[in-house]
């Protein structure tokens, strides 16, 4: 059904598109519900076409719904993730329910937006709901989001932050909601356009603001079944791992290479056949079928090998471990002491180092996110590169070459004692591992805001000459270091673009002999060798399309000596794609550019622009808007315009300046 309208008790319509089996009606059905504002019609269709379909082959009702305000619903988009759509969800579970071709049983999947719908809807506890499926997801919105880490803030909060306000404003599709009611509605959407990263930007604190919608408020709330999903090279890996720790719902988790992509489509691969398990997953809990899936192993992680440092990856080479439990008792911590250039298991002398990084440092980092290794487009190149580019801005520390196999999973923690002589800087660190022919592969990384080091909601500035003791635990990974290999150990006071600069420069003195690394040593299992392995992918036929006009990507660094500035340009264009079944054009365009001078963080510049293009015959829209930030040591200071086009003329434009104070940040 191409299109049905889900009433709601306010008189507003969500948008629908369902798939069902062909004797639904006479045979009642659970149904799986993906509940995202990215246009079910035009935005996701292609992924859907491939998942949707297969789940009604084999006996659900899928149902993908756009949420108020977006795509072909009625209403007004606020926010990401506020009370009324997680009220509007619930609101739609209950009229679910009560159609003839469902069975009363419910489950919701999504990625990204659509694996962090799930979990909040699930800690509503909606009557019907037995069972999520979050992939790409977080239960903590404000430390381990696209906003902030460890309290440093991201720039993916400028470009995320453009890009969102931007697809909510796209105008509806005439065909669904009348010609003679899209231009109206779209107006009004126009009107209520508003970049939320403002107020993204004035929350630098984990404050009321970050806890609703953060499951990990109240983990007892969820008491349906939870199958968290996620990728190594993805932004949102770690929250597998807490949920797994913390919720006591029936729970299951895996994690793969993958970036930011469902496991079927998996990149880097290998792929496998997510679809099949997400069908063992359904029909254990939405059917009552037991699937031997919750006597396996809790955790199933694909432990990464050595490659060389590459900005891509078609496949990621490694294997398939399985936990009983996480923690696991298969892990334990092994300390590394940390001395003058090196990393030992054994004491090393006493030794007092300073850091003080350009501000440059970083460029080698690749993506927070990793978004288009996979899906469609063009593949980008936004895996981190060697990091031999960054290590000279560092203090670097080197195992010896280690002399057999040292497996890893979890996070690997850095405990040092430190001082620093400004109120606030940047400590990042990073998880290396060195080939044998000294090309450097960077294998986790984490960031802390000095500041934030005992509390995200009441940070308290350094103070100068006194020394602290600093715990910073890097992204989970699994990683199998090879023998021969040295382990890297490299901290720095900036980590840009990934990561804004603080107002000011600042040197960090670090005692070494009261330091070190601890690594989460995983004790490899015979069990491991005998896993079942995973089928391969399948899917529905994928949607027709052609595309009209190919993409391109690209991504490259501009050094000014003269200036001591570095610039990391990164442009993407999608082309234009028909969807031959619904004859409507699809095109986006994006830019960022990132720059800064390497002795002075307030020459930090970050500039985004986006445009969407939408169009069918006679009807042709556009939107594009453009973020510019810079920042003094007191305040960011943002330029954002808008613009939205029919037929090729502009018919809206809206702009905003805001100056926005700094606070530790």
């Known amino acids: 059904m191409e299109n049905v309208w889900i009433p709601l008790a306010d008189g507003t319509r969500l948008a629908a598109k369902i798939w069902l089996p062909e004797d639904a009606a006479s045979n009642p059905i659970p149904a799986i519900i993906d509940y995202i504002p990215y246009r079910k019609r035009d935005g996701t269709v292609l992924g859907n076409e491939r998942m949707f379909p297969y789940f009604a082959t084999h006996g659900y009702a899928s149902i993908r719904i756009d949420i108020r305000g977006t795509g072909d619903s009625d209403g007004l988009f606020e926010d990401e993730y506020v009370k009324q759509e997680q009220d509007d969800a619930v609101e739609a579970i209950q009229w679910i329910t009560r159609q003839p071709w469902c069975s009363g049983s419910v489950g919701m999947i999504g990625i990204s937006w659509g ?43 400028l470009v995320w932050g453009t890009d969102c306000f931007l697809r909510m404003a796209r105008a509806p599709d005439p065909e669904i909601v009348g010609e003679d009611r899209w231009r109206t509605m779209w107006m009004e959407r126009l009107e ?11 929350h630098q604190r984990r404050d009321e603001f970050w806890k609703h919608g953060s499951v990990c408020e109240d983990y007892g709330a969820i008491d349906c079944a939870v199958f968290a999903v996620g990728g190594w090279a993805d932004g949102y890996s ?107 298991e054994q004491a090393l002398p006493e030794a007092t180092l300073e850091i003080c990084s350009p501000e440059t440092v970083g460029i080698a980092g690749g993506e927070w996110c990793p978004y288009a290794l996979g899906g469609t487009g063009p593949r980008a190149p936004e895996m981190p590169l060697d990091q031999r580019w960054d290590d000279g801005g560092s203090l670097v520390f080197d195992s010896q070459p280690l002399t057999e196999a040292t497996p890893i999973l979890g996070a690997p923690v850095l405990e040092l004692e430190i001082s620093c002589n400004k109120p606030t800087a940047i400590l990042a660190a990073r998880l290396s591992d060195v080939g044998p022919s000294g090309e450097v592969t960077r294998v986790t990384y984490g960031l802390l805001n000095l500041s934030h080091r005992d509390s995200h909601e009441v940070p308290q500035p350094m103070k100068a000459g006194r020394f602290y003791r600093i715990r910073l635990a890097m992204n989970e990974i699994g990683y199998i270091f090879s023998p021969g290999h040295r382990i890297r150990l490299s901290v720095s006071t900036a980590y840009w673009p990934i990561a804004f600069p603080t107002p000011e420069r600042a040197t960090l003195t670090i005692q070494a002999g009261a330091s070190g690394l601890h690594l989460p040593i995983r004790v ?44 990391v340009t990164v442009k993407r264009d999608n082309g234009a794609t028909l969807l031959d079944p619904i004859g409507t054009v699809v095109g986006l365009k994006k830019s960022m550019i990132y720059s800064v001078a390497e002795d002075d963080p307030t020459t ?19 939107v594009e808007g453009r973020t510019v930030m810079t920042a003094t040591k007191s305040s960011f200071h943002l330029q954002i315009d808008f613009d939205a086009f029919e037929s090729g003329e502009r018919i809206f434009c809206k702009s905003w300046s805001q100056e926005i104070p700094r606070n530790l940040v």
């Open 238 to 344: 770690n929250a597998v791992f807490r949920l797994l720790s913390n919720l006591q719902a029936p729970r299951r988790g895996l994690i793969g290479p993958w970036g930011h992509t469902y496991p079927h489509s998996g990149a880097p691969g290998p792929a496998i056949g997510f679809l099949q398990e997400c069908l063992r997953w359904w029909d254990q809990w939405l059917k009552g079928k037991d699937t031997g899936i919750m006597q396996e192993p809790m955790l199933r992680s694909w432990m990464l090998d050595w490659v060389e440092p590459a900005a891509q990856y078609d496949e990621r080479p490694g294997h398939w471990v399985a936990d009983p439990s996480w923690p696991s008792p298969h892990v334990t911590s092994r300390i590394f002491h940390m001395g003058t250039g090196r990393l030992s």
């Open 524 to 567: 490899p299992q015979s069990s491991d060798d005998e896993l079942p392995a995973f089928d391969a992918p399948e899917g529905s036929p994928p949607m027709a399309t052609t595309v009209l006009k190919p993409g391109s990507v690209e991504r490259f660094v501009r050094i000014d000596p003269v200036l001591k500035q570095v610039t």
């Open 604 to 622: 930090a510049r970050t500039e985004v622009y986006y445009r969407y293009e939408l169009g069918r015959g006679a009807w042709q829209t556009a």
């Open 115 to 157: 694996g962090f719908s799930a979990l909040q809807v699930a800690a509503r506890r909606p009557k019907g709901l037995k069972a999520i499926i979050t992939h790409c997801s977080t239960d903590d919105r404000y430390a381990d989001d696209v906003h902030y880490m460890g309290g440093c803030l991201l720039n993916d909060t």
């Open 192 to 202: 209520n356009v508003r970049p939320t990263l403002i107020d993204w930007l004035s």
